[in-house]
């Protein structure tokens, strides 16, 4: 069989083909594909950096924020009557309440220790004037004394007598912070 020179052409151009064919399928498209997931993750990667990047920062954020939480309340303890002076913040209600006149009823429970601090609840009942009862929220409110306003309530009495300055019954419930 003889082969024609153009025949001859043709078929070292389809053998061209076939190798540029083979070498596109065994060794460029793989490569491509290869390089492609690569690139994919990669950008999986420095999307998980960014993310552990900003989680650090808001980590060491976070850790600042607790520092300052603790030095706060360190500082808040600190500034607390020892935890022994039970008997002073009784002088120092006997005084705040010792004016009022009428009906004055207080009580105070046992501590409630925590591991830095102890709390005493106080109960008391008084009947007074509305100008006594705003006096004994404000000596409360600049207290020695660490203390929450936990409940209070304040009804109007009747006194039948026209004229007479309103006089109300209160009933409150505080608690007072001591440091251990």
Known sequence: MVISKREKKLLVAVLVAAVFAGIYLLFYQPTITRV?????????EQAQLQDLLIKDRERKTMLEEITQIETDIAAAIGSLPEAGDEPGLVKHLH????????????HIDDPIVHPEFSEVRVNLSLETSYTDFNSLLKALEDSTYKNRLDSFSVSEMQTGNVGEAGMVSVDMALTFYFSN
Request: charged share 15%.
């Open 95 to 106: 005084h705040m309440f010792a004016p009022f006149n009428g009906k004055n009823t207080l």
């Open 36 to 44: 492609e997931q690569v690139f994919v993750l990669v950008e999986s």
